[in-house]
């Protein structure tokens, strides 16, 4: 994959291509993403040759400071740019800073000092997509855990990417074993009162699993039995705890500015609530949530009145007559 067009720096072009290229190849990322990344790292280069009167290269990046950094971020704010899309360019210079350190090519600890903007928020309600996204994208450039393992970071990544995007409990996601490897378009999920459901599996939750169980050190050869093995580890390969997880969210959420109801749960709440907000048929995401009644799916999703009824009007028959 070529580098950014236009940087006069042949190292530091070398550098950009081949992060790319590690996103795609060894994180996964979608072609979707890792265009976004491309354009947030060319608009940080942009404006340094502008604020510093000279084309950036490897050495000017293990120079910037904080200030650099801050009037990067204002000089966007001026142009109009949201506090979403300013956080999502510092989760991109956060995971390009981090590789660019672990391959002995620059280090700068700058972005350690540089808070990310504070997303606005009103009532405690559901993630909105774009918070979402932007969670589970920190959470795969692992800057709220400092210096950890690539693998811990790809566990968080995956563990997230299932939760929002099947829908699954948190004991529900800890509870699966290895056994579900490889992943296919579904997946069983025993859920309360052992009750087992399918759901479909998305693309890219199968790519973040994947991803994960390339780098765990604990996913070859200590297992025979795989359907026992847990998918999810901690550090020394025992059944991943809750508690991590819910200490993890807790570093995301502080490191993005969302609000403390922003839970592991929460994720679950926001699948619904977005399939739900994009037309979802609400008996089919009774079943996806594996919920007994249908009062419980109304209830978890805070469907209000007036979106049911816009439901209702689009989809039933005599909703015009």
């Given at each position: 994959m070529a580098g950014l067009a236009g940087v006069a720096d042949?190292?530091?072009g070398r550098a950009v291509g081949a992060w790319l290229d590690w996103l795609g190849s060894e994180r996964r990322f979608s072609a979707h993403s890792i265009d976004g990344y491309r354009r947030d790292i060319a608009g940080f280069l942009g404006f340094l040759a502008r604020h510093h009167g000279e084309a950036p290269g490897i050495a000017l990046l293990g120079a910037i400071d904080a200030a650099?950094?801050?009037?990067?971020?204002?000089e966007r704010r001026a142009r109009g740019i949201g506090h979403v899309s300013n956080a999502r360019a510092l989760s991109a210079l956060r995971g390009f800073f981090r590789w660019l350190e672990r391959r002995g090519i620059v280090a700068n600890h700058a972005l350690a000092r540089v808070r990310t903007p504070r997303l606005p928020r009103t009532a405690p309600k559901p993630l909105t997509p774009d918070e979402a996204a932007l969670l589970l994208d920190e959470a795969d450039a692992g800057s709220a855990a400092g210096d950890t393992a690539p693998w811990i970071t790809a566990r968080d990544a995956a563990l997230f990417t299932l939760l929002y995007g099947c829908g699954l409990r948190i004991a529900e996601a800890l509870a699966l074993g290895r056994d579900v490897l490889p992943l296919g378009e579904t997946l069983t999920v025993l859920g309360k009162g052992r009750k087992e459901r399918m759901v479909p599996v998305l693309p890219a939750v199968r790519q973040a699993i994947e991803a994960y169980a390339a780098l765990c050190p604990f996913a070859k050869g200590r297992a025979p039995d795989a359907k026992s093995a847990p998918l999810f580890v901690g550090t020394r390969g025992a059944r991943l705890n809750p508690g991590v997880v819910q200490r993890r969210m807790r570093h995301l959420r502080a490191a993005l500015g969302l609000s403390p109801t922003a839970t592991p749960h929460k994720l679950r709440h926001s699948f619904a609530t977005?399939?739900?907000a994009g037309g979802g048929d609400l008996r089919a995401i009774?079943?996806?949530?594996?919920?007994?009644?249908l009062s419980t799916t109304q209830r978890y999703t805070e469907v209000d009145a007036a979106a049911l009824m816009r439901t209702y009007?689009?989809?039933?028959p005599r909703a015009k007559g």
């Open positions: 042949e190292a530091l650099d950094l801050r009037a990067f971020l204002a977005h399939l739900l009774q079943e996806l949530l594996g919920h007994a009644s009007e689009r989809a039933h």
